[in-house]
């Protein structure tokens, strides 16, 4: 299906998020728990830190709430908040992470979430929260392959009561669900009397094929992404409906973008991507508790 261009693209319209952060005080890269970290690589903590005060600050002036959970000594990658849960509607869904490396950072999300107001689940299976689990209209697109196991999807369908899709990730580059897709609108509205329909974007190889089949029934108007810019983190990216947080290296997901009617958005996270992580990895959205005129 070809591109929708500038001059017919439908009217965009950004909603307000919320979201929780945390600074990279700590970044480094000591270990190896994906194929982007390589620990001979010197890494620069600094540096880290200004690119991150940039997608900060970037939220504050797009008219974001930022909330920020303590970094912890001993747990570099807990700069990436979005494996720290999963939220909806004021319930928090806590990681069990698959690692040992990062299990010490679950206890510090799960304290968070209940001292601001969350309905906060503990778990029983392996998952890394908004890594693995996004939210597309009334449906949760939910990964596996590399992280989180099959049972959590059973497990998080249990504690939403939501329609779980299970996806199937093939690519060990693209070993979270938010490194190969992303939620560009919860809903697009109700189409001929049919569903409401989310607009995404994916990296098809990054998926088994029977994970491409559902994608391509479920969603027929996403923008299918090429390697190249999926491979820069082109689809870790943060939407609020109109302003697409994404890599200033996805060049062809930016142009994409714009001929649907969005307003890609460049943040360069160059010095967090040697952990593996990009923007939807340092932002995990929350979902109801203790605000008002979120939408």
């Not at 194929?35 to 940039?54: F, H, N, R, S, V």
């Not at 029983?124 to 009334?138: H, I, K, R, T, Y």
């Not at 109700?190 to 569903?195: C, F, W």
């Not at 082109?234 to 307003?263: T, W």
Request: aromatic share 10%; net charge negative; charged share 25%.
């Amino acid at each position: 299906m070809p591109e929708t261009t500038t001059a017919t693209a439908p009217t965009r319209v950004a909603h307000h998020r919320r979201y929780l952060m945390c600074r990279p005080e700590h970044f480094t890269v000591s270990y190896k728990i994906n194929p982007w970290m390589e620990p001979a690589k010197p890494t620069d903590t600094a540096k880290a830190l200004e690119q991150w005060q940039k997608l900060y600050d970037l939220y504050i002036e797009l008219g974001h709430e930022v909330e920020l959970i303590e970094p912890l000594a001993g747990y570099p990658d807990m700069v990436y908040t979005a494996n720290g849960g999963f939220v909806i509607d004021g319930r928090a869904y806590v990681p069990e992470f698959y690692f040992e490396q990062r299990q010490g950072e679950a206890p510090a999300f799960a304290e968070w979430f209940r001292a601001n107001g969350f309905d906060t689940v503990l778990p029983q299976e392996v998952n890394e929260g908004e890594g693995d689990f996004l939210l597309a209209g009334d449906v949760i697109l939910a990964g596996t392959g590399f992280r989180s196991a099959g049972d959590s999807h059973r497990e998080v369908h249990e504690v939403f009561g939501r329609e779980v899709v299970t996806l199937t990730l093939v690519d060990p580059r693209f070993y979270h669900l938010d490194t190969a897709l992303t939620v560009l609108d919860p809903v697009v509205g109700h189409e001929n009397g049919g569903p409401e329909r989310a607009n995404i974007a994916y990296l098809p190889g990054a998926f088994d094929e029977a994970s491409q089949r559902i994608l391509a029934e479920r969603f027929p108007d996403a923008i299918l992404v090429a390697d190249e810019d999926g491979a820069v983190f082109g689809l870790n990216s943060a939407s609020d409906g109109y302003n697409v947080i994404i890599s200033p290296r996805a060049k062809g997901f930016e142009k994409q973008l714009r001929e649907r009617g969005y307003n890609p958005l460049t943040v360069d996270l160059s010095e967090l991507l040697l952990g593996g992580g990009g923007i939807k990895c340092c932002t995990l959205e929350l979902r109801g508790a203790k605000t008002d005129g979120e939408s």
